[in-house]
């Protein structure tokens, strides 16, 4: 499993090995429904990858850790930002499978990566229903560096007048910054890790963006496969 990153949603290829018999219930019959782990933005061993496992209700969440080698396939969220949405109904089965219908051209015009995490990315990855009426569409913009406040608050202006509730993070190599706090432009930001939140000015998380990025390219250089 090359590059595994936070919000890339995993098909188990034995979704048994997950379970240890100290999980709550539903995790097997989750599992058993749509046998889907995202993975968790959180330190693992060497080896494993942090994932979660996603149940019906919205409390239903069941933190693990997997071998690599358990994993089928991987889906990032740039391979779900088109097409029609998979669930029952299709892309207008509710407001949030329809506004990301309407987001793309805002967002293909930054030439950035993009697409939908959460119960969109969800149910457009393993066909399974998993957004509701009033379910918001989460968004993953994933670029090297952070861009501009400017620049953020363009487009979280043009994301705040769709049917949904739009809530977009800007993923980079060192962690993620929240679309709408960059747009205000504050002296700090909120950089979200795998070891925890860290609050940091913008030119620090672009510092520490170019140094993992560097670091990635030495250990895929290396055959190393698993990034944090």
């Keep these: 499993m090359t590059g595994a990153r936070a919000h890339d949603l995993i098909l188990l290829a034995e979704p048994a090995m997950l379970l240890t018999g100290t999980e709550p219930d539903w995790v097997s019959r989750s599992l ?13 061993p060497p080896g494993l990858l942090a994932v979660g496992v996603r149940g019906a209700a919205r409390h239903e969440r069941h933190a693990a850790h997997i071998p690599q080698q358990a994993a089928a396939r991987l889906v990032r969220p740039e391979d779900l930002r088109t097409g029609d949405g998979t669930g029952t109904g299709g892309a ?45 569409l989460d968004l993953v913009i994933r ?4 861009p501009t406040a400017r620049w953020a ?38 950089l979200r890790t795998s070891s925890g ?32």
């Design 197 to 228: 939140p860290r609050l940091l000015t913008h030119d620090a998380v672009n510092a520490l963006a170019a140094a993992q990025a560097c670091h990635w390219s030495h250990r895929d250089a290396l055959g190393v496969r698993e990034r944090p």
């Design 92 to 136: 207008e089965r509710t407001a949030a499978l329809k506004t990301l219908c309407e987001v793309r051209p805002v967002l293909e015009g930054t030439g950035c990566l993009w697409g939908p995490v959460g119960s969109v990315g969800f149910e457009k990855a393993t066909g399974r229903p998993a957004t509701t009426p009033t379910s918001d």
């Design 32 to 44: 058993a429904a749509a046998p889907w782990v995202v993975v968790r933005r959180a330190a693992a």
């Design 153 to 190: 608050s363009g487009i979280h202006s043009r994301l705040s007048r769709f049917s949904a509730r739009v809530d977009c993070q800007i993923e980079t190599p060192a962690g993620a910054v929240a679309l709408a706090e960059l747009a205000a432009g504050p002296p700090r930001l909120v």
């Design 143 to 146: 670029i090297g560096t952070l």
